[in-house]
C-alpha cells in the first residue's frame, strides 16, 4: 500500500476509536442521572442488575471494538515504518506506537475502573 492508503486507514482506525466511546457514554449519563437523583435506591434488584447488564455488555462491546481497531492500526504502523521514503506525518504516526500500547491499557483500566464506579452507584 502507499502512503496516502495507509494515512487514510489510520484514520479511520482513530474514527473507530472514538466512536466506539459513544453509545458508553450515553449508557454512563443515564446511570449517573439515575443515581445522582437517588433512583436506584427504591429501584428493584431486577432493575439495578439489568442496570448493571447493560453497562456491562455496552462496554465490555466498546473495549473489543477499540481494542480491536487498535491491534489493526499497530499493524498499520508496521506497514508505515516500511516505507522508503515517507512524509514528516506518516513517520510521526508511524512512532507512535508506544501511544497505541498505553492507549489499550488505558482503555482496559479506565473500563474496569468505570464498572466498579457504576456498581457502587447503582448498588449502594
Known sequence: MDEKTLLKLWNE??????????SPALVLIG????????????ASDSAKYLALGVAAVTGILAMISQYAAIREAE????????????????????DSRGLLSLSAIAI????????ALVTWAVLG
Open 108 to 115: 482496559v483500566g479506565m473500563g474496569i475502573a468505570i464498572f
Open 13 to 22: 482506525k482513530r474514527t473507530q476509536i472514538i466512536t466506539a466511546q459513544i
Open 75 to 94: 499493524a498499520l504502523i508496521v506497514d508505515l515504518n516500511r516505507l522508503e521514503k515517507s512524509s514528516a506525518l506518516a513517520a510521526k504516526i508511524a
Open 31 to 42: 446511570v449517573m442521572a439515575l443515581a445522582a437523583t437517588g433512583k436506584f435506591a427504591d
